[in-house]
């Protein structure tokens, strides 16, 4: 009955993809990391830290112009692309974004791009325009939730959510069932289920201690008490998935297992 439902434990359900690793950097990939405001980079230097931690190759991450004489020197890592008056992302950091893009294997948005509108028109361009594999992480999921199918149809593309941001997208969506707070493991399974065979994205969501993965029709769920941020479950999926790119359910599912 529950065929497409695995449930992972403390080992991987994939060992297989934990001993296939790439064993050095040269050839453990390339990840962009794309984030922050004028008033803060946390969000994009967990995203960077924790893909290091993940065994990521090489990381790029691009932050608004905005920040670059704060953040220089505490984040050496760091490159800027133009910004808004605001401080966030402007259109014209559109160029810089799909220059890097190329450069790398995938792109991952952090969750603290915040909801300008000049933002949110950039980060529309760039779906449109870069192919590869593309990673998004909490809130803006939620900040191109106006058209959901420009993320949930897109193909090569992961949601790392909440089950809040998860209910919001299904209601864009007009997704005929709801996914409630109150509702227990397998319904969330079983709708989770039905909403991924309706779209293209692959989908991580957190829900009270559980991170439940979706793709390809297939269901894991891992018991995660520590309850990581979208930001760290995004930046080990992205780092995963480039590695294991033929098997997206398999790298994702490792993923979200407490290394």
């Not at 980079?41 to 830290?49: I, R, S, T």
């Not at 112009?65 to 692309?81: D, G, I, W, Y």
Request: charge should be negative.
């Amino acid at each position: 009955m529950h065929s497409h439902w695995q449930k992972q434990g403390k080992d991987p359900l994939f060992p297989n993809l934990v001993w296939a690793r790439p064993e050095t950097k040269a050839t453990a990939g390339k990840l962009l990391v794309v984030g922050g405001t004028g008033q803060s980079f946390a969000g994009a230097a967990e995203a960077y830290l924790q893909a290091e931690k993940a065994g990521i190759g090489s990381t790029r991450v691009i932050l608004p112009h905005s920040l670059e004489r704060t953040v220089s020197k505490l984040f050496p890592a760091a490159e800027f692309a133009p910004a808004t008056p605001s401080g966030s992302f402007a259109v014209s950091a559109l160029a810089e974004l799909l220059d890097a893009s190329s450069w790398a294997d995938g792109v991952l948005i952090a969750s603290d791009t915040g909801n300008n509108s000049e933002t949110i028109r950039l980060f529309e361009a760039f779906l449109e325009k870069y192919p590869g594999q593309l990673t998004l992480s909490g809130a803006t999921v939620e900040t191109l939730m106006t058209t959901p199918s420009h993320i949930l149809d897109r193909p090569e593309t992961t949601l790392v959510l909440t089950l809040e941001q998860l209910q919001k997208l299904a209601v864009a969506a007009h997704h005929t069932e709801a996914f409630t707070s109150d509702m227990g493991l397998l319904m969330l399974v079983e709708r989770l289920l039905d909403f991924n065979k309706l779209h293209t994205a692959h989908i991580i969501v957190t829900h009270e201690g559980t991170v439940a993965v979706a793709a390809d029709g297939h269901i894991s769920t891992t018991d995660r008490a520590d309850q990581p941020t979208t930001n760290a479950l995004a930046s080990h999926a992205a780092t995963w998935w480039l590695q294991t790119p033929a098997d997206p359910f398999a790298a994702l599912t490792t993923a979200v297992c407490k290394q």
